[in-house]
């Protein structure tokens, strides 16, 4: 049974500690410990308010002149900018409660700036609107102007903000009906809108929070919501977000979209408004906690942009440097003034940033990362340096329905994207093609009779089955990173990619990737597939930015710096990459795109022989060249795929040296010389010392 003792919003109990929200989990067995929550306000995101204004004559005036000057504009222009966008972003909100906040305890004149705000609300129902209310950002304003309303003021726009508690799902409480604690449209999206919002929590929070002890109608309400998210955030939510890792679980777009921001903003109000803190009590992977880490690792250097990885968008970072004052490390730290170049907004720096905390920028990280929730390996040539060379390879389950089914898959950039991805910017919704195998440096085992969900526009594509979208329980396994090892000289991976093909037409599929640092830097990628019948033909693509030139089993072309979006490239020149087919031998090698064949079929599907338009297909990133490589063996059901990738400078007119040694061994450029398995467990040797065959994670936090 759920117990509290209520107190008089108004009265001198009011102002006294709010009653005991106490959560207690009905079994014999234990109780889930009570949680108080503070009983004045401001309680979302702020920790002191006495603190925060002392920073904004000190450390942080420059960020709260910014907040100020837009506070000040708001107030001679008699209303906030953007309220009626629904996806926006209405900064000039929280601009003029921060302003309210910290004049008022300066000493100065305050009560301009929550009269604006009292003005644009109104009888409440711009709150209450369902089409156009920013109702998690009403919230928060909400709560900092507190004490600038009327004990009327407060149950009017209280219980507009409300009557959102029972909103998408019916009932006050955490029911999770339309998704996963991974799944971005769980949590609300950065606008805190209603648009591509299923359950709200981060919204739902931050009313439940601003309203209890307001005298509302809403109260119970606001109660029972608090009671559920105490009750099943630890139970369930932390262990699912250890699980899953720092990588979110749809990459950077759809959760640069809300989680990536969002999912900081709820833990920080719960800590602010209840002294509970969900940061220290997840493992330092787990999501948000290492989250500054996974955001370092895919940006490029080049350009400073997110890779294009599952529904990545190829941004800045901004998202997270919103999300970064509120996170204790000094990675986030970093983040946090570098988005004072990515971002207008301040209103988060002034409320919650500690200037104290130093910061650590990324150059401290390992060169070569693995995170093993999401099955996301990276790894670079050094920081701090826009020439750098920087590769990701991944292959990991699915936990929530935006994942692209990609596994395998991998990058390679160095001035520019030298290994990248077709596809322009199609949507899982509109363009099916975009969603399939076709668009990702991977392996498909083609069987003629087999058929694939979301077949409009994308015909049997011989790749990986495609889970987008489908129905039924979540996480799903596609694939697992088996083995990692790290070290100055080079970062490898082995992935079983067997579970994300059919059954029918495989029996093992594994990859091995291997980066080779120094003077001359190599990638190797060795990849086994045992199909269940001969007579299924087995191809490796890969997809290039620019035109590759081909001389025999090798082939060269040159990076592409702006293909990944973005004038801002930060890189110097370009650079080139030689490829050299080495296994199978005597392959059939295929050069194949430009205008009109850049979203080629599979070339053993006769209807697919056609350049699958759709919208966004020109859009970034750009890789218009994609190079087959087929298996011409008919009678065995293994294939082996050797392929070694040498990263030059752009003038360079030959490749290092390559000798083969049979069955899969390689000696490079005289220094490195290397051997996999071609049967058992991934692995092999580079040099006299053995490869990883399980995983090996060198890092201070496993």
């Not at 709560?143 to 959102?164: F, K, N, S």
């Not at 969900?278 to 890779?307: I, S």
Request: charge should be neutral; proline fraction near 7%.
């Amino acid at each position: 049974m759920l117990n509290h003792r209520a107190s008089s919003p108004t009265g001198g109990l009011g102002r006294m500690a709010l009653a005991l929200l106490a959560c207690a989990v009905s079994t014999a067995a234990q109780q889930r410990p009570a949680f108080v929550v503070k009983a004045g306000h401001p309680r979302l995101l702020i920790a002191d308010v006495r603190a925060m204004a002392a920073n904004c004559v000190g450390p942080l005036a420059g960020d709260y002149r910014v907040v100020k000057q837009r506070a000040d504009a708001a107030v001679q222009r008699g209303g906030i900018r953007e309220l009626a966008n629904p996806w926006s972003i209405p900064d000039d909100l929280m601009n003029c409660g921060l302003a309210w906040l910290v004049e008022r305890e300066l000493g100065r004149e305050a009560r301009p700036y929550a009269e604006v705000i009292l003005k644009e609300w109104g009888n409440g129902r711009r709150i209450a609107n369902p089409e156009t209310s920013h109702f998690g950002y009403h919230a928060l304003a909400y709560d900092w102007i507190y004490e600038a309303m009327t004990p009327e003021q407060r149950v009017r726009h209280g219980e507009a903000l409300g009557g959102w508690l029972r909103y998408f799902t019916g009932q006050p409480e955490i029911l999770l009906k339309w998704g996963h604690w991974e799944y971005n449209q769980t949590w609300g999206p950065i606008h805190l809108n209603v648009m591509n919002c299923r359950d709200a929590l981060t919204q739902k929070l931050f009313i439940a929070l601003a309203i209890t002890g307001a005298g509302t109608r809403q109260e119970a309400d606001a109660r029972a919501f608090l009671d559920s998210w105490q009750r099943r955030v630890p139970a369930e939510c932390l262990p699912a977000f250890d699980r899953m890792g720092g990588v979110w679980s749809e990459s950077y777009g759809h959760g640069a979209y809300g989680p990536v921001t969002v999912i900081p903003y709820a833990f920080q109000a719960w800590r602010t408004a209840t002294g509970i803190n969900y940061c220290q009590q997840l493992k330092p992977w787990g999501f948000p906690v290492e989250e500054p880490r996974w955001v370092a690792y895919t940006m490029m250097p080049h350009n400073d942009r997110t890779a294009w990885i599952d529904d990545g968008d190829g941004s800045r970072p901004a998202a997270f440097a919103r999300a970064a004052p509120m996170l204790p490390d000094g990675l986030s730290r970093w983040f946090a003034d570098r988005g004072r170049d990515w971002l207008a907004e301040r209103w988060q720096r002034v409320a919650c940033l500690d200037p104290a905390r130093p910061a650590t920028p990324p150059a401290t990280l390992p060169l070569g990362y693995l995170f093993p929730g999401a099955g996301h390996v990276y790894m670079r040539s050094a920081w701090d340096d826009p020439d750098a060379t920087w590769a990701f390879f991944g292959c990991g389950p699915q936990y929530a329905g935006h994942a692209r089914d990609d596994e395998g898959h991998f990058l390679i950039c160095k001035r520019g994207a030298l290994v990248s991805r077709q596809g322009g910017q199609g949507h899982n919704d509109t363009d099916y093609y975009a969603g399939g195998s076709l668009i990702f440096n991977g392996l498909t085992i083609f069987d003629p009779e087999e058929t694939f969900r979301r077949t409009k526009g994308n015909e049997n594509d011989g790749g990986l089955l495609r889970h987008v979208y489908e129905t039924g329980g979540l996480p799903r396994e596609r694939g697992r990173i088996v083995a990692f090892e790290h070290n100055p000289g080079y970062t490898y991976a082995a992935a079983d990619l067997t579970r994300g093909f059919h059954t029918n037409k495989v029996r093992s599929v594994t990859r091995q990737f291997l980066y080779l640092r120094g003077e001359r830097e190599f990638f190797v990628v060795f990849d086994r597939i045992q199909a269940t019948r001969p007579d299924l033909r087995r191809h490796f693509f890969l997809h290039v930015p620019t035109e590759p030139q081909r001389q025999g089993s090798q082939l060269t072309w040159l990076s592409l710096p702006e293909a990944d979006g973005g004038r801002d490239v930060a890189s110097h020149g370009r650079s080139r990459m030689f490829l050299r087919v080495v296994l199978p031998e005597n392959t059939a090698i295929t050069a194949r795109g430009g205008p009109g064949q850049d979203a080629w079929g599979h070339p053993l599907e006769p209807t697919a022989q056609y350049n699958h338009e759709g919208p966004g297909r020109g859009q970034p990133p750009i890789c218009p060249w994609r190079i087959e490589v087929a298996d011409p063996a008919s009678s065995e059901t293994t294939t082996v795929f050797l392929h070694v990738f040498e990263v030059a400078g752009e003038g360079a007119s030959q490749p290092a040296a390559v000798r083969f040694v049979a069955p899969a061994g390689l000696e490079l450029a005289g220094r490195w010389s290397l051997r996999f398995n071609t049967s058992g467990p991934p692995g092999g040797q580079v040099g006299p010392r053995e490869l990883a065959t399980t995983l090996q994670i060198d890092d201070q936090y496993r």
